[in-house]
T-cell receptor
Framework: RKEVEQDPGPFNVPEGATVAFNCTYS??????FFWYRQDCRKEPKLLMS???SGNEDGRFTAQLNRASQYISLLIRDSKLSDSATYLC????????????FGRGTSLIVHP | DGGITQSPKYLFRKEGQNVTLSCEQN?????MYWYRQDPGQGLRLIYY???????QKGDIAEGYSVSREKKESFPLTVTSAQKNPTAFYLC???????????FGPGTRLTVL
């Protein structure tokens, strides 16, 4: 089983739609969780950290479910500019310097 | 402005030649990383360094070498031993106290 798994998609949604992605992780000792956004042929950029209590930033909401070992990203009122690949990143505990990346979920928002 | 720079953005080399990719950061980060990304694939770790003069192999280190003589710099050499070097190479760094990684703009290497 892969350490961090994501549905590659693509998720093809109309503007204004709400879309959600999940990411499952296998290491129960994982402590830090992030969502990154990667545009085509560009570097990944941090979108959100994922806290135990969940967090929201405008149209984006991130949740952590430790019991089921997954994190989620919800995007409301999708914009054309949200089209990108969304990468899930997990850090284990113990001061590990090595993050584990998911392969990413592709989102296409169309008019 | 603080950040990570990688050069060049595009690089073409003939098969059998070694090539060195540059990565510089002025964020005062201790840890630095090199990743490789192939089309439609996730990031795969090549090498990482937690402190100056120390570095560790990642998952796909064969055919690559690195050095960390200065905190700011972590160059990657793609040697002729790397079987399929054409890829997008990304450098990243982070502090000790927080796990967010900052990425450079990447170098797209094509071996002809």
């Amino acid at each position: 089983r892969k350490e961090v798994e994501q549905d590659p998609g693509p998720f093809n949604v109309p503007e204004g739609a709400t879309v959600a992605f999940n990411c499952t992780y296998s290491n129960s000792a994982s402590q830090s969780f992030f969502w990154y956004r990667q545009d085509c042929r560009k570097e990944p950029k941090l979108l959100m950290s994922v806290y135990s209590s969940g967090n929201e930033d405008g149209r984006f909401t991130a949740q952590l479910n430790r019991a089921s070992q997954y994190i989620s990203l919800l995007i409301r009122d999708s914009k054309l500019s949200d089209s990108a690949t969304y990468l899930c990143v997990v850090h284990a505990s113990g001061g590990s310097y090595i993050p584990t990346f998911g392969r990413g979920t592709s989102l296409i928002v169309h008019p | 402005d603080g950040g990570i720079t990688q050069s060049p953005k595009y690089l073409f080399r003939k098969e059998g030649q070694n090539v060195t990719l540059s990565c510089e950061q002025n964020l005062n980060h201790d840890a630095m990383y090199w990743y490789r990304q192939d089309p439609g694939q996730g990031l795969r770790l090549i090498y990482y360094s937690q402190i100056v003069n120390d570095f560790q192999k990642g998952d796909i280190a064969e055919g690559y070498s690195v050095s960390r003589e200065k905190k700011e710099s972590f160059p990657l050499t793609v040697t002729s031993a790397q079987k399929n070097p054409t890829a997008f190479y990304l450098c990243a760094s982070k502090t000790d106290s927080y796990n967010e990684q900052f990425f450079g703009p990447g170098t797209r290497l094509t071996v002809l």
